[in-house]
């Protein structure tokens, strides 16, 4: 079993940064992805990455803003999240997926909420 544990959010203003940390524990999987789910809205995938570096595509909305990437040494993925806008507000998700692309979450982290003010 695989445990996660995200922090790095908090509150900052629109057009500032915050980086996100997702710790992963125990059983090792493949690839890992990042989440955000908005008040009232469906969870959604931001973006994902193999422990070999591959990285899928950005979603639309966060292209050009936000990064990813991992430590394989720490067992850590991180994101990376510059010119944040009040749309990015949102409870952000690591998730152990059980393929590329992260069509199925094994394990989900805790999440961490990040509020973007205007």
């Known amino acids: 079993q695989v445990q996660l544990v995200e922090s790095g959010g908090g509150l900052v203003q629109a057009g500032g940064s915050l980086r996100l940390s997702c710790a992963a524990s125990?059983?090792?999987?493949?690839?890992m992805g990042w989440f955000r789910q908005a008040p009232g809205k469906e969870r959604e995938f931001l973006v994902g990455?193999?422990?070999?570096?591959?990285?899928?595509s950005y979603r639309n909305s966060v292209k050009g803003r936000f990064t990813i990437s991992r430590d394989n040494a720490k067992s850590t993925v991180y994101l990376q999240m510059n010119s944040l806008k009040p749309e990015d507000t949102a409870v952000y998700y690591c998730?152990?997926?059980?393929?590329?692309?992260?069509?199925?979450?094994?394990?989900w982290g805790q999440g961490t909420p990040v509020t973007v003010s205007s």
């Open positions: 125990g059983r090792t999987f493949s690839f």
């Open positions: 998730a152990a997926c059980v393929a590329y692309g992260c069509g199925e979450v094994a394990t």
């Open positions: 990455i193999s422990w070999t570096g591959g990285i899928t």
